[in-house]
Every structure is written in C-alpha cells, then in structure tokens.
C-alpha cells in the first residue's frame, strides 16, 4: 500500500500524545477515528483538541476554516473494533506496560484489515517486547513522536525483526506528507535515539544538583542560554564539526571519565517521586508550579516550535 492510498488513520490512546497525533492527521484531512475504552478520557481529548486548536489559530498556524472543518474529520469512540475495522493505518498510543501493548496489538492483528499497517508510539520499548506473533509482523513499527506531537516535528520509525522496507516507506511518505520529518532508527535500541540523548544529558544534571554543583534552576539557565539555542538550529554533530574533532577529543580524555555513569536512578530523582513532588501534575517538581505557571510555559514552548519551524 503505498502512502497516497491511504485514507483513515486510527488512533488508540486518547492521553497526552495520542489527542496530538489525531488532531494533526485529522487537520490534515485524513478520516481520523480516536478510541480510549473510557467516554470522559475522549471527552477529555476533544476538549484539549479544542484549546490546541485555539492556540493555534492564535498563533497563525492555522487558519480558522481549518480549525473548524476539523471536527467534521475526527471520530471519537470507545468501541475499539469500531474505531479500527476499515483504518489503513493504526497508531497505538496507551500506556507504557509491555503486558497492555502485547493484549493489544494481538487484538488488532484479529480486528484490522490484512492490509492495516500498526505502529506504536512506545517511547523506550523495543516492539520484540510486546509485538511478537503476529501474522501481520512485516506491517509492524514503532512510529515515536515527541511531546507536544503537533508541534515537533520529528518521529522515529524504528524497524521491529521482521518489518518489511515498504512498510517503514510508507510510514516515512504518510508523515512527511502532513508535514512531519521523520527518521529510521535502524535496529531496535532501548530508548531508541531521542530519549537516549535526552537520558544522558538528564541523567547529567541529575547527578550536578545531587552532589551540590548546582541549581536546577541555573542549569536550565545554562541550557537555556547555550547549547539549547545552538541545538534548535544545528545537531551535535554539526557543531561539533565546526570546533573540529582533534579539539574534542582532547576534550574527551579528560572530561568522560569524569561523567556521571551510574546505572542506577539517582537518589534525588527516586526522592522527589517518593515525596509526590512529581511537577506540574501535582503543583511542586523541582519548581513550584500554578496552574498560571504551567499554562505560560506551555505557551511560551509553544510559541517557541512555531518560531523555529518557521525558520526552516
């Protein structure tokens, strides 16, 4: 099947990434039918569907015909053979447990048309985990997108054992053609490309606040005002192509050894969690947060993505 033929798009999962995802297909005039197995959690995402619309329409990035016409493409359900009988393509985007993603995947293989294409929005698991014994497993990958999903371009397709070439081709041409870049994760990794950078560089300023270096609130600062603003315009590799590699791995000998490389969660993350202070959700993270403050940052990254898409 290739990418033009493609007319209904299933979503299943209707929380934080999958309301994104439904809302960008159906924008892009695909026949979008959304399942979550509970009314309020749908009734939940069109609502958020909604406010993103509205900031998008703020913002220009969408106009107010298209913000309107939408709802007209976007089928909510908690039936799930409703939502995926005659779907081309299905995107599962529920919680992040092997066992769920396993039921699951085993009751689409049975539900869908043989031609259906499934992909997951698992943002660590290898689809070995939970997508094996498949009749369908050529037509299997994982499609992972980034929070907030319409506004970030970027998906990685990632290859299960048995993906077929045509089935991450078309993936790759349905994406780029709303609007998406995506890109091949060539074999299964556990955190495939985006989440292992972001670990290590997490797990880096971790250990910085745990051993007293510094604030969370200066290391933002520190990104924010540095390597965060060069990284939104070039990758790793291309500045440090600019430096030349001779000084890097100079740099390297005497700086690696000392970073932090501990398998273990670090203590000061397992105590916030253990303490409840979980971040927005509950109001205090390493910052304290109101509904006001949440709302502005939400905003101001919003804003941000929009600038810097259109710089490209």
Not at 231 to 257: H, M, Q, R, S, Y
Not at 267 to 277: I, N, P
Not at 294 to 307: G, P
């Amino acid at each position: 099947m290739a990418a033009e033929e493609i007319r209904r798009i299933a979503v299943v999962g209707a929380g934080l990434m999958g309301h994104g995802i439904a809302q960008e297909f159906a924008l892009a005039g695909y026949e979008v039918h959304l399942h979550s197995r509970r009314e309020e959690s749908l009734q939940t995402a069109l609502k958020n569907i909604q406010s993103n619309l509205a900031r998008l329409v703020g913002m220009g990035v969408v106009t107010p015909t298209q913000a309107e016409a939408m709802p007209a493409k976007l089928h909510p359900t908690p039936v799930l053979a409703q939502a995926v009988a005659e779907a081309d393509v299905v995107i599962e985007s529920i919680y992040e447990d092997a066992t769920l993603k396993h039921q699951l995947f085993q009751a689409l293989d049975t539900l869908c048309p043989a031609h259906t294409i499934l992909a997951s929005n698992t943002s660590t698991l290898p689809l070995s985990r939970f997508a094996s014994g498949l009749r369908r497993s050529d037509r299997v990958l994982v499609a992972h997108y980034a929070n907030p999903p319409y506004l970030i371009p970027l998906v990685e397709l990632v290859r299960g054992p048995q993906t077929a070439d045509d089935t991450v081709t078309t993936i790759a041409a349905l994406l780029t053609r709303i609007g998406k870049r995506p890109i091949i994760v060539r074999h299964e990794v556990p955190g495939f490309i985006l989440n292992r950078l972001q670990g290590a560089l997490l797990r880096e300023a971790l250990w910085l606040v745990e051993n007293g270096v510094a604030s969370p609130q200066d290391i933002d600062t520190a990104l924010k005002n540095s390597i965060g603003r060069r990284w939104a315009v070039a990758g790793v590799f291309e500045i440090f192509e600019l430096a030349g590699w001779d000084l890097l791995n100079a740099i390297a000998a005497g700086l690696f050894p000392h970073l932090a490389s501990s398998p273990e969660v670090p203590r000061v993350l397992t105590e916030k969690v253990a303490h409840g202070e979980l971040g927005v959700k509950t109001g205090k993270g390493f910052y304290e947060w109101t509904p006001e403050s949440a709302e502005a940052l939400r905003q101001r990254l919003a804003r941000a993505l929009v600038a810097i898409e259109r710089w490209s």
